[in-house]
């Protein structure tokens, strides 16, 4: 099953039988560690036997487990996870709140700089993939998450990216979901993966919920 979502490359996304195109920002929803495992697991694989970059942040398993579930589940790519030049892994707060704060300007500036880096040797593809759990903490700054995942859509447009935001279900509300599917404009679920159709472009999110992010770059 090929889904549509961009004019760009082609790609495996590595589970559900399905293909999407780069430039595409997903949201991941699950209830169990076996539903989030059969996603993250067998989309990284799929980008690491393309020769893919893999950004990974990991929060409800260590960077250790991972790694020796990955080594379980697919051997013939032993120390693959091991080489920077594949894998590049991230805490919640290396990755989204380094300073202490939350900041979207600061999560712009901060991608942008990785994605400069990533192609600095020519276009290269790049897989991401972050479990969101680590919202639920008292992060000074937190209220602008849905700020920053809207805004990710006009970050990942015509670049050679695929973004996938993992949520718990059952860690999060149904008024956090609700604004996490308002900003992005596909989904996963356990057994599908759709367009969205109450997904809002960042223009019009933005100018309802946070208008003074609304411009592109911060």
């Not at 076996?34 to 893999?54: N, P, S």
Request: charged fraction near 25%; include cysteine.
């Amino acid at each position: 099953m090929h889904i549509h979502t961009s004019n760009q490359e082609r790609l495996n996304l590595g589970f559900h039988h399905a293909s999407c195109n780069l430039g595409t920002h997903f949201c991941g929803l699950y209830e169990t560690d076996a539903e989030r495992d059969e996603i993250i697991l067998q989309f990284l694989h799929a980008g690491d036997e393309a020769g893919d970059l893999q950004l990974y942040s990991p929060v409800e398993r260590t960077r250790k487990n991972f790694k020796a579930e990955y080594h379980r589940q697919f051997p013939e790519c032993d120390g693959h996870v091991e080489d920077e030049k594949r894998f590049n892994f991230f805490s919640a707060k290396e990755l989204y709140y380094p300073n202490g704060k939350f900041s979207p300007k600061a999560m712009d500036e901060g991608l942008n700089a990785y994605y400069a880096n990533s192609q600095k040797d020519g276009k290269r593809n790049v897989r991401a993939t972050a479990e969101m759990s680590w919202a639920f903490q008292s992060i000074p700054g937190i209220e602008d998450l849905m700020v920053y995942e809207s805004r990710l859509n006009y970050f990942i447009r015509g670049k050679p990216w695929l973004i996938i935001c993992m949520y718990n279900t059952s860690k999060f509300d149904g008024s956090i979901i609700m604004k996490v599917l308002q900003t992005h404009p596909y989904i996963i679920t356990p057994h599908t993966i759709t367009q969205n159709p109450l997904y809002q472009d960042p223009e019009t999110w933005l100018s309802e919920n946070a208008p003074e992010f609304i411009t592109k770059k911060l």
